[in-house]
């Protein structure tokens, strides 16, 4: 197969099955000879911040000289954002020799445990041989889904288990409460593995991720959060101090604060120079969160109620007022709490537009437009992805910034055709 054969039979691979537990995984894993085991992973867990956090961490390992390969999910543009050593992503070759491999390995465990490795199994098997191949230091490791259940909690004996926030979302796989959903991301927490987690977590969350370490012998490392200090902040980036020592980022909002204070404390664990750290965190671009990607554009993947609540805060915080917002939120999402947090905090004022980047994926956006009327808010469509680049980029709506949000696939999708748009304007002139 080639490049993209290999992407169409992943796509065509089941992201979910009625069987949630590890032992296909750990099959598949065994016929490809556990290299996993052979990897120093730094394991992340979160409702939200830990593509942030894990991309604070790598960066800054890879400054301090450290061999670092990180796997994120999901991607923005394209696939091979996924699986990255040293910031460069994985080539088209080694997705297609990798997956050739693991793809026998698969069927075994299909044939052993009854079922079929999901999705996201297959891309973690990929990820683990391409890392062990790479010979690297540090993997700096982001879950899927939750953490107990995980593809990727098969590792035995992380660096360190880092737990990013907890939200309700997915709740129909991970529980209704905040405490279910934070038990479900302590699954990741091993016996005499340390464990660090946002400070500002709610306390309930927080409690259970303490219980879940002392009961594993896990050493819980605590950080206060009256060491994080903001100096300034604007649309360039934000600099503040962590325990007395300066640092500036790139990223925006003030919840970015939050998940770099919690990569820096990862960091100190390992003795990483403050040099490092500081080099490390201000050379991150995160693409899709809080990003300007034209002069009056910013977009941000926020996709659940507490990513509504830290979009509304960051532009709040920067300073952002009367965007226009589009969006586009995907089937399994609960729309209705997002939009209610949206409209509360935008204002009966505020102007929207719903779209769908897919439309077998994405929310019909007349549904969200009568949810929209229901609430007393006023809305229209853009029907395509296509049509609101081409809405973004006419010259005519300069003077307007936009806020699109609401997926990551949706930004994604946008910033694509947005690209295409920007090329092929290029090859005219």
Not at 218 to 244: N, V, Y
Request: proline fraction near 4%.
């Amino acid at each position: 197969m080639n490049y993209t054969e290999t992407l169409n039979y992943i796509w065509s691979i089941k992201k979910f099955t009625d069987k949630t537990d590890l032992k296909t995984m750990k099959v598949m894993m065994q016929e490809l000879g556990n290299p996993q085991q052979t990897l120093k992973v730094i394991h992340v867990a979160g409702t939200n911040g830990k593509g942030s956090v894990c991309n604070y961490i790598a960066s800054s390992l890879v400054a301090a000289g450290y061999r670092t390969g990180l796997y994120l999910s999901p991607f923005l543009e394209i696939f091979n954002e996924r699986m990255r050593v040293n910031g460069n992503l994985i080539s088209d070759d080694d997705i297609v020799r990798l997956s050739a491999k693991v793809k026998p390995a698969a069927e075994r465990a299909e044939r052993e445990c009854g079922r079929f490795p999901k999705q996201f199994e297959f891309v973690t098997a990929i990820a683990f041989l391409y890392f062990a191949e790479q010979n690297c230091d540090y993997v700096v490791l982001e879950t899927g889904m939750g953490g107990l259940l995980d593809a990727t909690n098969i590792i035995e004996k992380p660096v360190m288990s880092i737990i990013t926030s907890v939200g309700l979302d997915h709740t129909h796989i991970l529980g209704n409460t905040l405490e279910e959903i934070a038990e479900k991301k302590s699954g990741i927490i091993k016996p005499g593995c340390p464990v660090l987690c946002d400070p500002f977590m709610d306390e309930r969350a927080l409690q259970v991720i303490k219980e879940q370490a002392k009961q594993k012998g896990a050493p819980f490392q605590p950080i206060d959060p009256k060491e994080l200090r903001i100096c300034s902040a604007d649309l360039e980036g934000i600099s503040f101090t962590f325990l007395h020592e300066k640092y500036r980022i790139h990223m925006l909002g003030e919840h970015q604060i939050r998940n770099c204070g919690l990569a820096i404390a990862s960091l100190l664990l390992l003795g990483i120079p403050l040099k490092a750290r500081q080099e490390g965190v201000s050379t991150v671009c995160f693409p899709g969160r809080m990003e300007k990607i034209l002069p009056n554009v910013l977009v941000d993947g926020a996709h659940n109620e507490m990513g509504i609540r830290a979009l509304m805060s960051a532009l709040a915080f920067h300073n952002i007022q009367k965007p226009v917002f589009m969006i586009s939120i995907g089937k399994e999402k609960k729309y209705e709490q997002m939009l209610s947090v949206l409209f509360d905090k935008a204002g009966k004022n505020a102007e929207f537009y719903f779209t769908a980047y897919d439309k077998m994926a994405a929310v019909d956006p007349e549904e969200l437009c009568r949810f929209a009327a229901n609430q007393g808010m006023k809305s229209g469509i853009i029907p395509t992805v296509r049509q609101a680049a081409e809405t973004l980029m006419k010259p005519e709506n300069a003077g307007t910034f936009y806020v699109l949000c609401g997926s990551l696939y949706f930004v994604g999708n946008v910033k694509n055709e947005i690209k295409a748009r920007q090329l092929h304007k290029k090859t005219e002139n």
